[in-house]
């Protein structure tokens, strides 16, 4: 029997995930002419355990059912042993699935979509050396990330994140004093959020300005001046569909290599989870991943 050259991988922590017939997941994947062999957790911890264990030098794909977190928690095992990424999604927002191609459909249709899609390459950022896919924040978005519990995602899933939006800005009163170089050429003013974005979409359903594409070998940076409540919370239409050239209060650059440092230590999250600090180090490393992107995908 031929050894298998796909692991499946499924956190049934992750939004929906939980709901999985791994066998019939499975199936749709065999009978797509991978050899899958795979595993299960109730944890990312316990997973990543799983996969070091199951991981062999004839696996050549590597197929996540989870969400942004999962996905971007084994992007490091991917991009190290040089595999082929695919993604089930299963999680709350699923922004870079949505960025792959995917939309609303059943785990079932999804996993028969990826088998018989194409093969690309892709971008990836890196903060401090830690890659990601979607994007990296500091200060509001940071801080909704940090107060928002699983419960909340499981009962409101995307509709946590605009709760939490205005819970946030209404007790809000910090604003950063930044210090951005991009490419070489710095700009200081004070902000109350900073996304750099590497996919098309971050943050539960945000989209990355227009023209940004998984492979246009760039990183978008997007500021947020300070303002009142109402004023901020009228800007969301056009987060949702990434129109905010010439928007006031919000200012849309881009790089290649940039630089953040603000007046205090801050947290910085990458697709979603706490994974360094400011200052902070970006960079793009362009087409660096090679992923399956589902049958009719724009960009597959």
Same mark, same amino acid.
């Given at each position: 029997?031929?050894?298998?050259?796909?692991?499946?991988?499924?956190?049934?922590?992750?939004?929906?995930?939980?709901?999985?017939?791994?066998?019939?997941?499975?199936?749709?994947?065999?009978?797509?002419?991978?050899?899958?062999?795979?595993?299960?957790?109730?944890?990312?911890?316990?997973?990543?355990?799983?996969?070091?264990?199951?991981?062999?030098?004839?696996?050549?794909?590597?197929?996540?059912?989870?969400?942004?977190?999962?996905?971007? !928690?084994?992007?490091?095992?991917?991009?190290?042993?040089?595999?082929?990424?695919?993604?089930?999604?299963?999680?709350?927002?699923?922004?870079?699935?949505?960025?792959?191609?995917?939309?609303?459909?059943?785990?079932?249709?999804?996993?028969?979509?990826?088998?018989? !899609?194409?093969?690309?390459?892709?971008?990836?950022?890196?903060?401090?050396?830690?890659?990601?896919?979607?994007?990296?924040?500091?200060?509001?978005?940071?801080?909704?990330?940090?107060?928002?519990?699983?419960?909340?995602?499981?009962?409101?899933?995307?509709?946590?994140?605009?709760?939490?939006?205005?819970?946030?800005?209404?007790?809000?009163?910090?604003?950063?004093?930044?210090?951005?170089?991009?490419?070489?050429?710095?700009?200081?003013?004070?902000?109350?959020?900073?996304?750099?974005?590497?996919?098309?979409?971050?943050?539960?359903?945000?989209?990355?300005?227009?023209?940004?594409?998984?492979?246009?070998?760039?990183?978008?940076?997007?500021?947020?001046?300070? !303002?009142?409540?109402?004023?901020?919370?009228?800007?969301?239409?056009?987060?949702?569909?990434?129109?905010?050239?010439?928007?006031?209060?919000?200012?849309?650059?881009?790089?290649?290599?940039?630089?953040?440092?603000?007046?205090?230590?801050?947290?910085?999250?990458?697709?979603?989870?706490?994974?360094?600090?400011?200052?902070?180090?970006?960079?793009?490393?362009?087409?660096?991943?090679?992923?399956?992107?589902?049958?009719?995908?724009?960009?597959?």
């Amino acid at each position: 029997m031929k050894s298998a050259d796909t692991l499946l991988l499924i956190n049934r922590s992750s939004g929906s995930a939980g709901q999985i017939d791994a066998a019939c997941v499975q199936d749709v994947l065999d009978r797509g002419q991978m050899k899958v062999v795979s595993r299960a957790a109730d944890s990312f911890p316990e997973l990543k355990e799983m996969a070091k264990e199951a991981m062999s030098p004839a696996i050549r794909h590597l197929v996540i059912a989870g969400g942004d977190g999962t996905v971007s !928690g084994f992007l490091p095992l991917a991009l190290e042993s040089e595999l082929t990424y695919g993604v089930i999604p299963c999680g709350t927002a699923n922004d870079f699935a949505t960025s792959l191609g995917f939309d609303t459909e059943s785990i079932e249709d999804a996993a028969a979509r990826l088998v018989s !899609g194409t093969v690309g390459h892709i971008d990836v950022g890196r903060v401090n050396s830690v890659p990601f896919l979607n994007a990296v924040g500091i200060g509001l978005g940071s801080q909704i990330t940090n107060e928002l519990d699983d419960e909340e995602k499981q009962n409101l899933g995307v509709l946590a994140y605009g709760k939490k939006l205005w819970e946030a800005v209404n007790d809000r009163h910090d604003q950063l004093s930044l210090t951005l170089s991009c490419d070489g050429e710095t700009h200081r003013e004070k902000v109350l959020q900073i996304t750099v974005t590497n996919g098309i979409r971050y943050g539960g359903g945000m989209m990355a300005p227009d023209g940004a594409a998984l492979d246009d070998g760039r990183l978008h940076v997007v500021t947020i001046d300070p !303002g009142r409540l109402l004023l901020l919370i009228g800007l969301l239409p056009r987060f949702l569909t990434g129109r905010l050239r010439g928007t006031s209060r919000v200012n849309v650059r881009q790089g290649k290599k940039i630089h953040i440092d603000v007046h205090k230590t801050i947290d910085v999250t990458a697709d979603g989870e706490i994974v360094t600090d400011t200052p902070c180090e970006l960079s793009v490393e362009p087409r660096a991943l090679r992923v399956l992107f589902p049958a009719d995908a724009a960009g597959g």
